[in-house]
């Protein structure tokens, strides 16, 4: 009896002793040369330099007005959500993230496939996109807890089976952002090397790094040495501002001690080229309404469907 070929794994991590830094095997902007961008092509240059883009005002007022009040409508009746969907934080109970928002939510379904956010993630990923992942971020005041530094990509790949960094992030902040309310901090040009962790990933890890992740983290010395060639840079901005980013890019956010909270829809896109496959890590691939492996209608024809 003859068995196929093992699967080629190009970014190996959570099965060493020692944490190591990988060139990225992947361009950043697949769209072919000479090609012309939904957006300034300056602003495509400077995504695939820095690893993110900060759009700024690309929601009307009004536009954000209705997204706020349908986020407070959430959390005013959390009954009405899948269960599984509703992550809370381990001390206070609050709520700290509602995942799979676009499948529960008209307004943020729509807020998904609009295309002046997939538009610019078709053309940076050359290809028909899905939502691989979606949420709403809560981050209240004086009680808003850090997610720590990590690459999206090594949890996707590892946990999920992303095979290749071929996937971005929308970030649409739906409350102003300061440099003082934890807003998304991103290390510019730490997309283009990959971080392998050091740990063995446990069983049901998704349980517990919803709230805080232990596992997929980088070590100090590599944080230091991205840090060193990049910097940091604050994804802040008014609400209604987009912060576009890479599925690699080095990121993470202070806690919130301030007064003013901090709340931001999430979305991820995914070529549809690039759909999952089997874990690259533990046996058992995360549940659907964190990684998308049924519901991988390209967001164009979805859209279509539904109007």
């Known amino acids: 009896m003859t068995t196929g070929a093992p699967r080629e794994d190009r970014y190996p991590s959570r099965i060493g002793g020692h944490p190591k830094i990988l ?13 012309n961008p939904p957006i300034d092509a300056g602003a495509i240059a400077r995504y695939e330099r820095d690893g993110f883009l900060v759009l700024e005002s690309l929601l009307q007022p009004h536009e954000v007005e209705a ?13 009405r959500l899948e269960t599984e969907t509703l992550i809370r934080e381990r001390e206070s109970q609050e709520v700290r993230s509602i995942f799979k928002i676009h499948a529960q939510s008209k307004i943020f379904a729509a807020l998904a496939a609009d295309p002046r ?31 720590y530094w990590h690459s999206d990509f090594e949890t996707w790949h590892v946990e999920d089976g ?16 300061s440099a003082l309310n934890g807003p998304l901090l991103l290390v510019p040009g730490s997309h283009r090397h990959f971080v392998s962790c050091v740990g ?9 790094s919803l709230r805080r992740q232990d596992y997929g983290v980088p070590d100090d010395q590599s944080l230091e ?56 890590g533990p046996p058992t691939p995360r549940p659907e309404f964190i990684a998308a492996r049924k519901d991988v209608e390209p967001l164009e024809r979805r859209a279509r469907r539904a109007a």
């Open 67 to 79: 997204l706020v009040a349908a986020a407070r409508d959430l959390l005013r009746a959390p009954d």
């Open 23 to 35: 060139p990225r095997m992947e361009p950043v902007v697949h769209a072919p040369a000479r090609t």
């Open 117 to 147: 956010i997939a538009d610019i993630a078709r053309f940076i990923l050359d290809d028909d996109v899905y939502i691989h992942q979606s949420r709403l971020n809560y981050k209240p005041g004086f009680r808003g807890k850090e997610f």
């Open 200 to 208: 063995e990933t446990p069983d049901d890890h998704y349980k517990h």
């Open 162 to 177: 992303m095979p290749a960094m071929r996937a971005l992030s929308a970030s649409i902040l739906l409350t102003d952002n």
């Open 225 to 280: 040495h991205l840090v060193a060639a990049g910097g940091i840079v604050a994804g802040a901005g008014k609400a209604g501002t987009v912060v576009l980013f890479d599925c690699n890019t080095m990121h993470g956010s202070n806690g919130n001690i301030t007064p003013e909270p901090r709340s931001n829809a999430f979305f991820v896109y995914n070529a549809v080229s690039n759909r999952l496959e089997a874990p690259f």
